[in-house]
Structure formats: structure tokens, C-alpha cells
């Protein structure tokens, strides 16, 4: 069977998606580098020893005389290094403790024929009583209302493209676009509906970090919903793969910083508010049953399903992989911050902090009213447990929070069915 542009087309698109998109379990390696805390649930008193075990393995054997690199301490800020150690049996121990609620991880390296194998474990000390340390500004609910009442004088405009190649015997799949906060500035994405005439739930599908095309949700469609997958960059969704990354590495390269100092310029003004009105996006639609709408997504896309919760009261249930976005002014208090780590190595510059506290997902999750499902691993590097404990716990709201210990950024199939499962449960009307 001959393979044409546009199928080449859709499984580089397909390819790229599952690698930024973090929802993958990671391939075994040849080196094994075990990590373990000595109590099974990883998590511990303050003040408690957590004890560390690590193993070098190589074909399920230990290897002797072993050569490895390691850090050890607060997540993200270790106060322990060391290169070149030698463990003769292929095996040693590490012990830490957590003054205050937090994560003590343990990252080691085996150093082996040129490459670096990678292990690690995080030991959460307390972590429900992990607090932010991101100021709520007294205006928040105000500027978030005016910003939202602006942009809905901004006419939807949609334009709804059917895709017959994506189509299903279930479900018709369109290339659709709207305008978002300013004349000319559209969000763009892909609706995936029923084909059966009918009133149906809703479910809005934002995006991690990175610019990529997207391929919609046709087989939850299929299965009596609504599904809306959006991007945020204002530019279609379903272009060659190429132009994303020139995008990516060109224009829009670092675009989480681009006005970090001006609340109103920022650039995540126009993606917040472009969620806001995909909601208004999927109220317009016929098809909808105009009650019964839930948000999802991880990473970036699990800090906007926490924003859009938090910004619009329609929304009924929301269901995130490891938020980022969250406490950013954490490396200001000598602990990790999240995803994209905007002070870990670098001092605030003026309006900075005060600007990104408009945005920090912890102070949207404050005003969350809704049921939430929320999932991820001590082992996340990219978005620290610490950060995102700092939201998780001050949403005073019906809320579910399902931990897979030794997942860093990624997940595992059992967790992806867990947390759909869930929403689309929820959606379900009788």
C-alpha cells in the first residue's frame, strides 16, 4: 500500500505530539539505575530520615565497580554533589530529612562506555501542608473580569472546516477557528462531534507547552461527546509539522517570557483568555446540551485546565496531568518553583513578580468551586511536586489527587484511563 504526503503528513504530526506532549512512559535502557525510598508510599514526617537505596544493574544483575555521578537534597536545589564514585558491590545507600514540608530527592547517574544512565527518587515530607508563597493580589478578581468582559466585545467569528480524512463512521471532525481577545486574533483547533443528531456533553482539551499540530479526539466524540482540542498560538493546527518548529525555535521561541513584566502585554493574557472563549466557543455550538462541559489537559495543559476552572463557572468538572505555571516565586523562597522556572537562576527584574502573579496558577486554584481529578509523580523534574502541591492545596473544592510515585513528566497508560475514565464518567448524564 502506498503511503501519500498527507498520511507521511498525519504520522509525523501523530510522532511529535506523543514526544512534547510528556504522556508516555520512557523506554527501558541498557544500564538500570534503581532508586528507592525505604517506606513504600515515599512520603514521611517532617524530621523523618528517609533512607535511600540504589542499585546498578545490567541484564537484572548488579554491576560491580559501578562509576556514578550523583545530587541529593531539596528537589531541584541539591546541597549534595559528587562525580566519579566507584560502588565495588553495584550498590549504596543515601538518607536525607525535610525541616519544613517538602521533597528531598536523590538523582543518580552510572557512568558507563561514554554515556550517563539516569535514576532518581523523591521522598515528600508532608506535603499536604506545603503552602504557596505566591501573593494573591488584591485586584486579581477585577483585572481577570475586565480582561474577560474586553475580550467578549470581540465578536467569535467562527469558521468551522469539515476534515473528511479524519472523519469517522461515528463522528465528523473539523479544523475550526474563532477570534480571541483583539480584532484578527484567533484561536484555532479541532472539533470533533458526534454524527448522530443530539444534545451532548462537552469536553475542551488545552495544550502543553511547545507549538505542534493537533489531531482532535474522535474517538471520545464517537462515544457521545463534544470534543475540542485547541492551540494557543493563534496560528492553525494542522500545517506542516516544520512550521511548528521553525516557530519554535524562531519566533516563539521562549514565549512563556515574552511581557512577563506587564500584566496587561504578557503573553499568556491572550491564552488565558482564548480558553475563556473556546468555552464561549462550545456554548455557541447547536450539538452542545449547554450544561455539562469539563476541561483537561497536562503540563502547561494541566495549568490551563486549572486557569479555565478558575476563570470561568461554567465549566463543570476538571481533570489535569502535573500543572505547571505554579508558585513561581518559590526559588525566591529557597525552595523549587514550577514549570518554566522563571527565577531558579535568575533575580526577578522590576513588575516581574508582581505581574506573574496574574498568572500563576495557584492563585487561580483559590477559586476553583468545582470537582477536580488531579494526577502525577514525586519524580517530576520539569514540574517539581513542591509547585504543584502549592496549588492542590489551597482548592477548597471537591477534589481527587492520584499519585504514581516514580513518574517524572510522563505517564502511565493505567493513568491516562484513570483520569478520562473519570471525566468522562462525570460528563455522563443519565
Known amino acids: 500500500m502506498k503511503t501519500n504526503t498527507k498520511q507521511l503528513t498525519l504520522i509525523l504530526a ?8 510528556g504522556l508516555s512512559q520512557p523506554a527501558s535502557t541498557l544500564f538500570r539505575v534503581i532508586v528507592s525510598p525505604d517506606h513504600k508510599d515515599w512520603t514521611y514526617k517532617v524530621n523523618e530520615t528517609a533512607n535511600f537505596s540504589v542499585q546498578i544493574l545490567k541484564d537484572g544483575n548488579l554491576v560491580e565497580n559501578a562509576v556514578i555521578d550523583y545530587e541529593a537534597g531539596p528537589e531541584m536545589i541539591p546541597d549534595q554533589k559528587k562525580e566519579g564514585m566507584v560502588l565495588k558491590s553495584g550498590k549504596t545507600e543515601f538518607s536525607g530529612t525535610m525541616k519544613v514540608p517538602g521533597f528531598y530527592r536523590v538523582r543518580v547517574w552510572a557512568v558507563a ?4 544512565y539516569e535514576g532518581l527518587a523523591t521522598a515528600g515530607f508532608e506535603p499536604e501542608k506545603i503552602q504557596p508563597t505566591v501573593k494573591d493580589p488584591a485586584d486579581f478578581d477585577t483585572f481577570w473580569s475586565n480582561a474577560i468582559a474586553e475580550a ?18 461515528e463522528a465528523n471532525v473539523y479544523h475550526i477557528s474563532f477570534q480571541n481577545e483583539a480584532p ?21 482539551r488545552v495544550p502543553g507547552a511547545g507549538i505542534r499540530p493537533y489531531n482532535g479526539d474522535s474517538g471520545t466524540a464517537g462515544q457521545g461527546f463534544i470534543t475540542l482540542e485547541i492551540g494557543i498560538h493563534g496560528i492553525p493546527v494542522n500545517l506542516d509539522p516544520q512550521v511548528y518548529a521553525n516557530l519554535m525555535s524562531g519566533a516563539l521561541s521562549s514565549y512563556w517570557t515574552v511581557k512577563m513584566n506587564d500584566r496587561n502585554t504578557h503573553y499568556y493574557k491572550r491564552v488565558f483568555l482564548g480558553c475563556v472563549k473556546a468555552v464561549d466557543f ?9 450544561t455539562d462541559i469539563g476541561v483537561t489537559g497536562g503540563s502547561q495543559g494541566g495549568a490551563l485546565t486549572i486557569i479555565t476552572a478558575g476563570l470561568d463557572k461554567r465549566i463543570r468538572y476538571m481533570a489535569g496531568f502535573y500543572p505547571a505555571m505554579c508558585d513561581a516565586t518559590g526559588y525566591l523562597n529557597k525552595r523549587a518553583g514550577g514549570w518554566p522556572h522563571y527565577f531558579r537562576n535568575i533575580e526577578p527584574k522590576p513588575n516581574e513578580v508582581e505581574t506573574l502573579a496574574y498568572f500563576d496558577v495557584v492563585n487561580f486554584a483559590r477559586r476553583v468551586t468545582i470537582p477536580g481529578f488531579l494526577s502525577w509523580g514525586y519524580n517530576d523534574i520539569t514540574c517539581p511536586p513542591t509547585s504543584m502541591y502549592s496549588a492542590y492545596n489551597v482548592i477548597n473544592a471537591p477534589k481527587e489527587l492520584h499519585l504514581f510515585l516514580e513518574t517524572g513528566h510522563w505517564t502511565y497508560p493505567e493513568e491516562n484511563e484513570a483520569l478520562n475514565g473519570w471525566l468522562v464518567n462525570k460528563l455522563k448524564r443519565p
Request: net charge positive.
Open 113 to 116: 562506555d561514554g554515556k550517563r
Open 282 to 290: 462550545i456554548f455557541s455550538l447547536p450539538e452542545f446540551n449547554s
Open 152 to 169: 467578549r466585545k470581540i465578536n467569535l467569528d467562527p469558521k468551522i472546516t469539515l476534515m473528511p480524512e479524519r472523519c469517522t463512521s
Open 184 to 204: 484578527g486574533s484567533r484561536i484555532y483547533g479541532i472539533l470533533a462531534m458526534p454524527k448522530k443528531a443530539g444534545k451532548y456533553p462537552a469536553i475542551l
Open 14 to 21: 501523530v510522532f511529535i505530539i506523543l514526544s512534547l506532549s
